[in-house]
């Protein structure tokens, strides 16, 4: 009697705990200028936008993308830096809008993002004070085609350069367990 050697290897996580991805539906899109309300007053965005977005619940949530110019010694904006989010996502659901020499939106073509579908990656970022799980939304998007892997794998690399700082994935374990996961990940 020999040893039995077939036996299949163990298969490798295709997830990130706490991480879900989803393709969700443009409602509406509106510029922000000058930052959000919850923002820190030093960091505040110089351009942003506004996406309420059809997720396929009883609600419909604002998901949020902005960025700040990148700016010279003088102040001057001298490029779009983190602002590039804010193209990325008019790419991804391939609508043309430009920004102006005063670094506004050109609004023409908002209308055309509504029904359009763009792939978002939301993470646990810890809880809420009557113990929900805290739900934060990655602010780079794919198209509704793009591969899921692609969008989690630059979210690694976010998390791993450091910017992304409120990934908390070990506050699932405290939590109330009649939560199923298949429950989370259509949220």
């Not at 820190?40 to 396929?56: A, F, P, Q, S, T």
């Not at 630059?154 to 374990?173: A, C, L, S, T």
Request: charged content about 30%; proline content about 3%.
């Amino acid at each position: 009697m020999g040893l039995n050697t077939n036996f299949e290897t163990p298969k490798t996580k295709d997830f990130m705990s706490g991480v879900w991805v989803n393709n969700v539906t443009v409602v509406s899109v509106s510029p922000v200028y000058g930052g959000t309300e919850w923002q820190n007053e030093k960091y505040k965005d110089d351009v942003g936008i506004n996406v309420v977005i059809e997720i396929g619940q009883s609600f419909q949530p604002t998901f949020y993308v902005g960025g700040r110019l990148k700016k010279d010694d003088f102040g001057e904006n001298v490029g779009l830096g983190s602002v590039r989010r804010v193209a990325d996502f008019f790419n991804a659901i391939d609508v043309d809008v430009n920004m102006d020499d005063s670094m506004r939106l050109d609004e023409t073509n908002l209308e055309s993002c509504v029904g359009k579908e763009f792939m978002r990656l939301s993470y646990v970022s810890g809880k809420r004070d009557n113990g929900k799980l805290k739900y934060t939304d990655f602010q780079t998007v794919a198209s509704a085609q793009s591969e899921k892997r692609d969008l989690v794998n630059i979210f690694k690399d976010h998390i791993k350069q450091g910017w992304i700082k409120n990934y908390r994935p070990e506050v699932m374990e405290d939590s109330n367990p009649s939560i199923g996961n298949d429950e989370l990940s259509d949220w």
